[in-house]
Every structure is written in structure tokens, then in C-alpha cells.
């Protein structure tokens, strides 16, 4: 099984910064990496899909990076709607595994 | 659009089998370019892919439950079900039905609905 180490776990952050979210995975997983925010009490939302493909809907202010077994998502400019938690998927292998989430609050 | 519902009792008793369905509308769970899945989250904690299902019947589990799990599909209903058995209480979670999961992303998620296993 592929497992995918996010970091931080928690991260504070004031508006209009910049936040960077990693996602590690123990192997390499070529670009199937996809990125989903989690409002509390909602269903998880797909951000981006293979590393760093856009979502139709999804605001330009969200981008993703990477290919192998080291990855990132980026906001910039954050907006308080951003407050969620923030999770990668890797579609490479079976078990489909997800990594442990970030939070990101709102300072 | 298409949209996901799941349905199914909220509690269930220790040892017995939970069941749930998730409804299709809008779209056909026949499509040939869709896996559906079935994802559970705990409370508090992160998301685990539970087993896919294709409309041809073909499916897939997490070997961490595949002694456990079941998933069906019923193409005249338009509709996918998970069975899990034995059930304990660290299989409480929100559990999500979400389109996806043949080797790529999931883009279309249920509302998710709470099972509490309690005596």
C-alpha cells in the first residue's frame, strides 16, 4: 500500500498569504496525485487532478505541482473561504490511499 | 448535473451488517467512463477508499476490508450499494458514495451520511 505523508498537519494563516501544503508518497506514483478540500460538515471537493491539472470551477488562486513521490499545492493570495482541510489522493495503485489532511485556519 | 444521495440506516448494531445505497440522478450509473466508489471518513479523522464498483459489475475492495465488503449495482434503479459485515465500532463513520475510482479522480461526491455502530 502507498502511503501518502502531508505536511504540515496544521497550518495558521493570515489573508492574502501564501500557504504550501506537501504530499509525500512512499513510492513513486508518476502524476496520479489529486488534491481535495474539505469544508467542515461537507463532502470533499476536487481541487486538482494529476499533480497539477485545474478543475473547471475552481479558483486560478489554487495550483499544484509535482511528479514522482513529492508534491505540492499552493494557494495564493488566501481567502477566508479557504478555512478547510486539505487532502491528496493517489489513483497509481490499489488501495486508492489518501493522505492525512492539513488543516488550514484563518487567523 | 449529476448528483449523488446516499441513503441507509444511521445506526447499526455491533456484529450485524450495514447497508447503504447511493441514489444517481441526473446522470447514469450505466455510463461506461465512470467507476463509483464508496468512501468512509471517521469522526474527526481522514478518508479511506472503501472498494469501487463498474457498471459491468467489476469491482474492486481495500484489502483491509475485503473480507467485509460487498458492493453491488442495480442499472434499472440507477443505483450502487455497500454491504460491510461484522461490523464494530471503529467502523462509525461518514460514509460518502462518490464517482471516480478506476484509476483516477473522484470529481462527484455524495452529501455523505453518518452510521454509528452501537449497541
Known amino acids: 500500500e502507498i502511503v501518502l505523508t502531508q505536511s504540515p498537519d496544521f497550518q495558521s494563516v493570515t489573508p492574502k498569504e501564501k500557504v504550501t501544503i506537501t504530499c509525500r508518497a512512499s513510492?513513486?506514483?508518476?502524476?496520479?496525485l489529486h488534491w481535495y478540500q474539505q469544508k467542515p460538515d461537507q463532502s470533499p471537493k476536487l481541487l486538482i487532478k494529476?499533480?497539477?491539472q485545474s478543475i473547471s470551477g475552481v479558483p486560478s488562486r489554487f495550483s499544484g505541482s509535482g511528479s514522482g513521490t513529492d508534491f505540492t499545492l499552493t494557494i495564493n493570495s488566501l481567502e477566508a473561504e479557504d478555512a478547510a482541510a486539505y487532502y491528496c489522493?493517489?489513483?497509481?495503485?490499489?488501495?486508492?490511499?489518501f493522505g492525512q489532511g492539513t488543516k488550514v485556519e484563518i487567523k | 448535473q449529476v448528483q449523488l444521495q446516499e441513503s441507509g440506516p444511521g445506526l447499526v448494531k455491533p456484529s450485524e451488517t450495514l447497508s447503504l445505497t447511493c441514489t444517481v440522478s441526473?446522470?447514469?450509473?450505466?455510463?461506461?467512463?465512470?467507476?463509483w466508489s464508496w468512501i468512509r471518513q471517521p469522526p474527526g479523522k481522514g478518508l479511506e477508499w472503501i472498494g469501487y464498483?463498474?457498471?459491468?459489475?467489476?469491482?474492486n475492495y481495500n484489502p483491509s476490508l475485503k473480507s467485509r465488503v460487498t458492493i453491488s449495482v442495480d442499472t434499472s434503479k440507477n443505483q450502487f450499494s455497500l454491504k460491510l459485515s461484522s461490523v464494530t465500532a471503529a467502523d462509525t463513520a461518514v460514509y460518502y458514495c462518490?464517482?471516480?475510482?478506476?484509476?483516477?479522480?473522484?470529481?462527484?461526491w455524495g452529501r455523505g451520511t453518518l452510521v454509528t455502530v452501537s449497541s
Open positions: 441526473g446522470g447514469s450509473v450505466s455510463s461506461g467512463s465512470y467507476y
Open positions: 462518490a464517482r471516480g475510482g478506476g484509476g483516477g479522480y473522484f470529481d462527484l
Open positions: 464498483i463498474y457498471y459491468s459489475g467489476s469491482t
Open positions: 494529476y499533480a497539477s
Open positions: 513510492q513513486s506514483i508518476g502524476s496520479s
Open positions: 489522493h493517489q489513483s497509481s495503485s490499489l488501495p486508492q490511499t
